[in-house]
C-alpha cells in the first residue's frame, strides 16, 4: 500500500511539472508577432527624466506598409524604421530594406538564453560609440497589461565592458510587440549603470 501510494505522489509530482512547462510555452501557431499588410499596433508614449519623472510622449503608431522577398521568404515591414521581419514557428527574423543582414529578433524560449552576441556601434544623444551588443530573450510568462510575452534585452556594452544602453521589449504571440522600454545615461554615457529615458506601451491593435 505504501509502494502504491508512492508512485501516486511520483505521478502527481511529473503531471505538475509537465503543466508548468506547458505554460510556459506559447502555442506555436501564435506568430510573435502578426505580420501582413496593413496590421497596426498603437502605443502610448512615456518619457522619463533622470529623476524618474515621467513627462506624456503622446501616441505612436506603426503600420506595416512593405513587403520584401529574401531567399524565396516574404518579409514584412515598416517602411519608415527600415526594419523587415519574418516568422518561422517561435523564432522572429528581421533583415533590412536590402537584405543586407539576417538575424533573430525574438524568439519564445523556456528558459534564459542569449540569441546573438557581436561588435556593435550604438548613438548615446548623437554620439557614436562602439563595443558589442548582446540580444537576450528571457522564458516566455511575463504579463504586462494583462499580455503573456516573452522579454527581449538587447544590451549594449563599450569597449571597457561598461553597460551604455539597454532597450527591453515584449512580444506576445497572436498580438506582437506589447511594450518597448529604452534606457541609457545620457550625462554619463557608458557609466556603470543607467535609467529609463522613454517607455511605450500598447494601446490598440489592428490586425487585418
Request: hydrophobic share 30%; proline share 3%.
Given at each position: 500500500?505504501?509502494?502504491l501510494?508512492?508512485i ?5 509530482l ?111 544623444n ?83
Amino acid at each position: 500500500m505504501k509502494k502504491l501510494c508512492y508512485i501516486s505522489v511520483l505521478l502527481l509530482l511529473a503531471a505538475g511539472a509537465c503543466k508548468k512547462n506547458k505554460d510556459y510555452t506559447p502555442p506555436k501557431q501564435q506568430d510573435l508577432w502578426p505580420l501582413a499588410m496593413g496590421n497596426s499596433w498603437t502605443y502610448k508614449v512615456t518619457d522619463y527624466t533622470a529623476d524618474g519623472a515621467s513627462i506624456d510622449g503622446g501616441i505612436i503608431t506603426y503600420t506595416i506598409d512593405a513587403s520584401k522577398t529574401f531567399n524565396g521568404k516574404t518579409y514584412y515591414g515598416i517602411s519608415s524604421m527600415n526594419q523587415y521581419c519574418e516568422n518561422e514557428s517561435n523564432t522572429l527574423y528581421e533583415t533590412d530594406s536590402t537584405g543586407s543582414y539576417f538575424r533573430i529578433l525574438a524568439k519564445s524560449v523556456e528558459y534564459t538564453d542569449t540569441l546573438f552576441k557581436q561588435a556593435a556601434t550604438y548613438n548615446i544623444n548623437g554620439t557614436d560609440y562602439t563595443g558589442t551588443m548582446a540580444r537576450v530573450a528571457s522564458a516566455y510568462g511575463t504579463v504586462i497589461n494583462n499580455y503573456t510575452c516573452v522579454e527581449i534585452t538587447d544590451i549594449y556594452m563599450d569597449a571597457t565592458g561598461k553597460l551604455g544602453k539597454k532597450v527591453v521589449a515584449y512580444y506576445s504571440p497572436g498580438t506582437g510587440p506589447v511594450s518597448f522600454l529604452y534606457y541609457s545615461n545620457p550625462e554619463h554615457p557608458n557609466s556603470d549603470s543607467v535609467y529609463r529615458t522613454e517607455g511605450l506601451i500598447l494601446d490598440q491593435v489592428s490586425l487585418q
